[in-house]
């Protein structure tokens, strides 16, 4: 069974709107983290936003939020205000047991002028 | 600081010969990881250590070797390249496994021909 699914392979955003991208998880792991990272075209893996799985509020950083609904288990990522230089793939990924980081496949986010 | 430094950058081996992708981190972080990306897909978990001396498998391990001698390096080694082997690789390191702070390297991009 997937752990991280992204159900959305590719998304168009026009500039200045916002934007979610989705992600479920699965875990039986009461202690666990969830963590969104931005790729651009260069490769670099690029730390966005962190959610535990005991904070009681959505995890924000400037423009990215995370909505999270912990029966649902999901963690989408809101980004508000769309840039150009928001165009990337965006990965979901789950921290659990000893640490381990567990990837979804990413969404490839496309921003409109 | 110099963050988490991977080297090579970019590697051609042919199908049987081995090498050994570098990972070295300068935070004193304890935990380290490396995952393959292939296309379309997320970053896959190879191998990891919470620690000198102490490593452990992740989802895909099979036909790589490591090893913990110092907190600061943890190389990954290929043992008999296969084109099955072909991927981007990425070293992580964070202070400790409930910390939420992964640092990437920038990858190494690998080709077995």
């Known amino acids: 069974a997937q752990k991280i699914t992204q159900t959305q392979p590719g998304m168009f955003v026009q500039e200045k709107e916002a934007v979610t991208l989705d992600c479920t998880y699965d875990t039986s792991d009461p202690s666990y983290g969830l963590f969104w990272y931005k790729q651009p075209s260069s490769g670099e893996m690029i730390f966005l936003i962190y959610q535990g799985s005991y904070d009681q509020q959505n995890a924000t950083e400037g423009r990215y939020s995370l909505n999270f609904q912990k029966a649902r288990k999901s963690a989408n990522l809101v980004i508000s205000a769309s840039q150009l230089g928001d165009s990337a793939m965006y990965f979901c990924a789950m921290r659990e047991g000893r640490g381990q980081l567990t990837f979804g496949s990413g969404t490839q986010l496309t921003v409109l002028p | 600081n110099a963050g988490v430094t991977q080297t090579p950058k970019f590697q051609v081996l042919k199908t049987g010969q081995s090498m050994t992708l570098q990972c070295a981190q300068d935070?004193?972080?304890?935990?380290m990881s490396w995952y393959r990306q292939d296309p379309g897909m997320g970053l896959r978990l190879i191998h990891y250590?919470?620690?000198?001396?102490?490593?452990d498998q992740g989802e895909v391990p099979n036909g790589y070797n490591v090893s913990r001698s110092t907190t600061e390096d943890f190389p990954l080694r290929l043992l008999s390249a296969a084109p099955s082997q072909t991927s981007v690789y990425f070293c992580?390191?964070?202070?400790?496994?409930?910390?939420?702070?992964?640092?990437f390297g920038s990858g190494t991009r690998l080709t077995v021909v």
């Open positions: 992580a390191s964070s202070y400790d496994r409930n910390n939420y702070g992964y640092t």
């Open positions: 935070m004193n972080h304890e935990y």
């Open positions: 250590s919470v620690g000198a001396g102490i490593t």
